[in-house]
Every structure is written in structure tokens, then in C-alpha cells.
């Protein structure tokens, strides 16, 4: 099993400078692979007799000319730019297949990162060696144990982190699940998630929270003259704003995502449409502010590393006009509707807590993936 551990490096001010190189050169070596694979592409489209561009035969090229037309790329490690043309030949595969939109050309600051070959760098501890830098300080050690595969460099804002991509044979390295049953989760914007067992757990709305700073930020960096230092620093002061929301966000959803599987064997949630949820524009912040998608990302990985599962309702399941109690189903819920009372059986529901126990029953019926809300119904008569 493949598994990532994200670690932050201090570097000094030279190291900080051949990492930005680095970073560059592969940067460069991307774009130029791309803008050139289409020319060589059209050229084969108008006469098949010329070969068909692959990363291959790019790599080939680029080594050809690179001492005398791109010198400074012999500065830094030969990964850098190899590796950004084998990151184009699969983002390519991925077009073809239908899982990705065309490659697009990276962006100084946006796409920061190079790329090391497992036999390129080593670890002692808390160290990174790299080629052509020498040994580099991290933050921590590297944590899971098998083979190393590769090392990806990227930097955010104004800081830079290594991800050490380990074959572990283990896949379960965390304590299995203390099981206390099963928990429904109903994810909101109001509330982040609500559980069937009553608990409500608050986001931090780290963009609503930060909004008035962002704001003034961004008007600040508009004011300023393109190439200038002033800009430049604004800028920065921008980026490292948003790695903090980022941050915020990212820290509550491990800390929520890591307590429900520590907990609970087996968790069920709702298949959300995110996309045609961020239509609405009144609460499309909102709604971008809790990322719904991490959120069950992180579930699914760390479910499966302590042996649980999720179950994931079908899209068009009514967990929250559905009585709980007694399996009765309101023909309309207005959203704005926060607690309502059953007309069959005269219980009184929170909304969110009403949703959480549905989809707790759901994901403990064993006829749900045939039956859908008819096995609701069955669960619901049986209590």
C-alpha cells in the first residue's frame, strides 16, 4: 500500500534558493515538453510518417539540447526536469483515458515542486539529502515504515515540504476501531457534521473567519505596480493568508475524520453533489468553506487503515424528510426548517440529528444497496 507522509523542511537561505530552482527547472521542463509535444502532435496529425510525440522521446530531446541551450539546468538534480516530463506523459494517459481535462502549463508560485527518484535522495532521522544540496533539515521523522518510492518537494507560500512516498506491506498501521457501533453523519454548513449520537461538531469557517483580512489583502495587492518589490511583497503576505485558511481547514477535518474512525467501525454519510450545491450562490462560500469532498477523503483512507468501512447513501436518499422513528416520508422539507414534527407517529426532530440517524440505520441494514429506502422502512418498524 502506497502512503504519503507530508513533512515541513527548514532550510537555510541557500537551501531555500536551490530549492526554488530546483522547483523552476522542473517548472520549465514541464512547459516545455507540453508546448512542444502539441507542435510535434499537429505536425503528425497533417503527416503520419513523423513520429507521434511521447514523454520518451521528449526526455531523449531535452537531454540532447540542454548543455548548450538550457546550461543551468545542469545546477540542479537531473530529476527535476526528467520527472516533470514523465508527470506530463501520465497526465497525458490520464487525457486519454478520460480521467483528466487537457494538461494546462504551469504557473510560477501555483506549481512549485520537483521530483526525486528513490535513488536520488536518503534519510537519516530528521534529514533529507538531496543531489547536488547536501543534507536538509525536516521537521520530523518519516513515520511509516517499507519501501521508499520517491520524494515530491513543493513549496506553499513561503514554505517548503517533502512528501516520502512509502510502499508500506502493512496496510493497517493505525490501532483498529474501539467499535462503539455504528454513527451516522450528516454533513451542513451551519454545523460541519452532526452524528446520530447527538453530537454537533462546528467547522472553524476559517474563510468566513479570515474574510475582512483576505479582502484587505487582496485589494492591497491590486494597488500595487506589476513588477514592483511592494507587489511582490504583497504578494507573499496574500499567499501565506491563504495557506493559513488552508491550514485551519485541513487541521479540523483530520481531527474530526480521525476521531469517527477511531470510534466507530462503521460510519455512514451521504454521496453529496458538491458541484450543484456551490450553484447556489448565497451559500457557495459556505459550502467551499467546509470541503465536503476532503472530508469523506479522509474518511475513506483512514476507515480502511483501521479496518472499518464507510457506507455511502445514495444521492437522492431523503435522510432528513424521513421520520426516524417510524419510517414516515414528508413529501417536502424547506431548508430553513430546522426541527419538525412527524404527522404519523407526532415525534419531535432536529433536522440534522433526524438525517445522522438515518443514515445510521441505512449503513447497518444489509439489503440498503438493493433496496435503497425501502430497507429505512423495514429497519425503522423493527425498533
Known sequence: MLIAHRIALAPNNAQA?????????ARFAY??????????????????????????SLRRQLNAIKREQFPWMLEVTKNAPQMAIIQLGQAFQNFFAGRARYPRFRKKGVHDRFTLTNDQFSLDGSRIRIP???WVRMRETLRFAGKIMSATVSRVADRWFVSIAVDSPDSSHLPKAENQGAVGVDLGVST???????????????????LHRLRRLSRSLSRKQKGSANRRKAKARLAKLHARIAAMRSDALHQLTTDLTRRFHTIGIEDLNVSGMLGNRRLARSIADMSFFEFRRQLDYKAAMRGGQVVVADRFFASS????????????????????????????????????????????SPTVSACGEKALAAVARRR
Request: aromatic share 6%.
Open 31 to 56: 512547459n516545455w515538453a507540453l508546448a512542444e509535444w502539441k507542435r510535434q502532435y499537429e505536425t503528425w496529425k497533417a503527416d503520419t510518417s513523423h513520429p507521434r510525440p511521447s514523454q520518451h
Open 132 to 134: 547536488n544540496l547536501g
Open 321 to 364: 424528510k424521513t421520520c426516524s422513528a417510524c419510517g414516515h416520508k414528508l413529501d417536502e422539507l424547506a431548508l430553513s426548517i430546522r426541527q419538525w414534527s412527524c404527522p404519523a407517529c407526532g415525534t419531535t426532530h432536529d433536522r440534522d440529528v433526524n438525517a445522522a440517524t438515518n443514515l445510521k440505520f441505512m449503513a447497518v
Open 17 to 25: 534558493t536551490y530549492l526554488a530552482r530546483a522547483a523552476g527547472t
Open 192 to 210: 460541519l457534521a452532526t452524528l446520530s449520537t447527538g453530537e454537533k461538531v462546528t467547522g472553524p469557517k476559517a474563510h468566513t473567519a479570515l
